[in-house]
């Protein structure tokens, strides 16, 4: 008598077509991108953990509205050169070329702090912008690299659950960097940043040889997409003049670049506060880090909870334009109250809503918008309202922080708060604008 089988690849394909709110045949299509996501939220989560303990404990807190503006400059030139590339290179070739870099940076640094450490104060710098840049450039790009792999079906059905993967990786990376910080220099881990990076190329490269995903069948073909624009682009990327021309004249992408915008310039704002928060209540390198971590984990357990049972099922129940305008509304409130009573457990909680539930539930409501545009103009529309806005955005609140923070005035964080919580008003109008155009199409 044959023992009873506990799981059985059927009732697991079930259990996994339930828990992502897919389709059984999406499961293996969307698995190696699944890894992928996970592997690439690692290095990324571990990098923005050590960097920004480093940057606040070693250069300051003081000093981050200036290098927010290094920041989106140096963004602003990486986006040109990426959307003058993104027609003309691989898309593989860009995820290596991008994570090439973040591999010489980091290893240059660990190797300078560890060989020079009089040199660390500049290191820490260049680290912290360079980081910034690699980590947008590649968030950017994942998007755009899935498009070769992925029909505009299946990506609609399958992004929550491919983006789910960088909130476990996250999730996991970050809880054992709050175990092992006690015992690990901070600087050590910029160090293990190199080493997945080189991991996460080579898993590029394997994913992009293997005939079994490149010549998978997809469920809906290409070329039976349709537009869903009330105005369709005639030629739609034959030139960058009619490109901007249709940008222009779409009130989906005209309010989803303002409402993005404005979201860029909140979100620093609030990065600016809650670090303020934490460099006062932590003291020490090791404990700032050490907790950093524990705060990253708790924030993407609640994303992964979020995105894994709420994002696809939310859309299909209120769509996405309320769901968009219901997370500025959080994010709003959080704004505020990190103004009216600044304390470490409004800091954790608005460092959540910016970060950790921005990547989990805003960034798929983003790409799923993006989503609807042509599918010949999605890589563009997408580096043009995720890329491209976002240094501007940046530069603006960098300018407006360094000037806030230099006005002779008692309390400078009310003024910041008071601000910050202006934009956010600003935001809910036009993410109300955006969830109306949306509304015309019933997505």
């Known amino acids: 008598m044959r023992p009873p089988v506990l799981f059985s690849k059927a009732s697991v394909a079930r259990t996994l077509t339930s828990l992502l709110d897919c389709e059984s045949s999406d499961i293996a299509r969307l698995l190696p991108f699944f890894g992928l996501y996970g592997l690439i939220f690692i290095l990324i989560t571990m990098g923005n953990v050590a960097v920004q303990t480093l940057f606040v404990k070693k250069v300051g807190v003081a000093a981050l509205p200036r290098y927010y503006g ?35 940076l980091t290893f240059g640094s660990w190797l300078s702090c560890r060989v020079m450490a009089n040199a660390c104060t500049t290191v820490y710098g260049v680290l912290f912008i360079g980081r910034e840049v690699a980590s947008s450039m590649i968030l950017l790009h994942f998007g755009n690299f ?38 690990i220099a901070i600087m050590d881990y910029v160090g293990m940043v190199a080493l997945l990076g080189l991991v996460a190329m080579g898993y590029v490269v394997w994913l992009d040889r293997s005939a079994l995903f490149i010549n998978a069948p997809i469920s809906t073909s290409i070329a039976s997409e349709e537009p869903v624009s009330p105005k369709p682009a005639p030629v739609l990327v034959a030139s960058n003049r009619r490109f901007w021309v249709y940008m222009a004249s779409n009130p989906i992408i005209l309010w989803m670049s303002i409402a993005t915008f404005l979201f860029i310039m909140c979100r620093w704002f609030v990065n600016y506060q809650y670090n303020h928060v934490f460099d006062a209540e932590f003291a020490t390198t090791q404990a700032f880090g ?7 984990s708790g924030g ?24 968009f305008w219901a997370y500025h509304l959080v994010m709003m ?36 918008i993006t989503n609807q545009y042509p599918r010949q103009i999605r890589p563009k529309a997408r580096t043009f309202s995720l890329g491209m806005v976002i240094p501007l955005g940046t530069l603006l609140a960098s300018w407006i922080l360094v000037m806030l923070t230099e006005m002779p005035v008692q309390n400078p964080m009310g003024l910041i708060g008071a601000v910050a919580c202006g934009f956010g008003v600003l935001l809910l109008v036009s993410t109300f604008l955006l969830s109306r155009a949306l509304n015309t199409l019933k997505v």
């Open 333 to 368: 409130v959080m704004m505020a109250w990190l103004w009216l009573s600044p304390s470490l457990l409004i800091g954790v909680a608005s460092r959540f809503f910016g970060n950790e539930i921005r990547l989990g539930f805003r960034n798929p409501l983003s790409l799923l």
């Open 146 to 183: 899935l498009q070769q792999y992925l029909s505009k079906a299946e990506m609609s059905r399958t992004l929550p659950a491919i983006y789910s993967g960088g909130r476990l990786g996250g999730m996991v990376c970050a809880a054992l960097m709050g175990l092992t910080t006690p015992f």
């Open 300 to 323: 993407l357990v609640l994303s992964l909870l979020l995105q894994v049972g709420g994002v696809t099922r939310l859309v299909k129940r209120f769509s996405l334009g309320p769901c």
């Open 70 to 104: 290094y920041i989106a400059m140096i963004n602003l030139a990486a986006m040109m050169l990426y959307w003058w590339v993104l027609d003309r290179v691989s898309s593989r070739s860009i995820f290596i070329t991008i994570v090439s870099f973040l591999v010489i």
């Open 290 to 296: 050490q907790n950093l971590s524990w705060i990253t």
